[in-house]
């Protein structure tokens, strides 16, 4: 029941404590002026309904009764990042040498969010003048974990330890293009990137509409 006897008045042992849950940070930014991105909502996927009170190592982890919490908006005082607290989940991956793959291979009830936003890319003319090339909406799925370079890069590590803070830093290079926490990749095209995209070079207008229904 979690009591403790002392016998002779004092307690020869010392009992460390630590939070059972993991605090997680998301920066969001744009790699170049010619690109826009506005962060609309965010959605966390696999979140421990259940851990353990004292720290186990990843075979005897329990964290279970995983849940989800969908279409959080981000606020007006931080537009572009968002802050979250969850009970610790360890999950490992395997054979994941590239972050492209980490979103495909990660192992099941791993804690991943989904960021949906409004992407506008522009391109120059020879003159150097702006005009819009793309626009749509796109959503970027970022399974979380310890792949920095102080850990090696090991996209293995899907770990949400706890009493740890986890800070993703994601820069928008492109409809399908991600780099998170400031790691170099190549380029190549991110499994966990989506959305519908209208090539604005084609049209010749484009509008931005308000549809609702009143009684």
């Given at each position: ?97 590239r972050y492209h793959d980490r ?29 819009l090339k793309y626009t749509g ?20 590590d899907f770990n949400v330890l ?54």
């Amino acid at each position: 029941d979690g009591s403790v006897t002392v016998s002779g008045g004092k307690l020869a042992s010392t009992i460390y404590l630590k939070r059972p849950y993991a605090k997680a940070t998301f920066n969001f930014k744009t790699g170049s002026e010619l690109i826009e991105f506005t962060p609309e909502s965010y959605s966390i996927y696999n979140l421990p309904g259940k851990a353990s009170i004292f720290e186990r190592n990843a075979e005897n982890a329990v964290a279970s009764n995983f849940w989800k919490s969908e279409g959080m908006a981000f606020s007006t005082q931080s537009p572009n990042s968002f802050t979250f607290y969850q009970l610790e989940n360890q999950k490992s991956g395997s054979d994941i040498e590239r972050y492209h793959d980490r979103a495909v291979n990660a192992p099941e009830n791993s804690t991943y969010v989904v960021v949906k936003g409004a992407y506008k890319e522009y391109k120059l003319d020879a003159d150097n003048n702006k005009s819009l090339k793309y626009t749509g909406d796109v959503s970027y799925k970022i399974h979380l974990g310890d792949f920095s370079a102080a850990n090696g890069n090991d996209y293995n590590d899907f770990n949400v330890l706890r009493n740890t803070a986890y800070t993703y830093d994601v820069t928008i290079n492109g409809v399908e293009k991600i780099i998170v926490e400031a790691k170099k990749e190549e380029a190549d095209y991110e499994n966990g990137a989506e959305g519908y995209i209208i090539d604005a070079s084609q049209s010749k207008m484009i509008y931005t509409l308000d549809a609702h229904y009143e009684t």
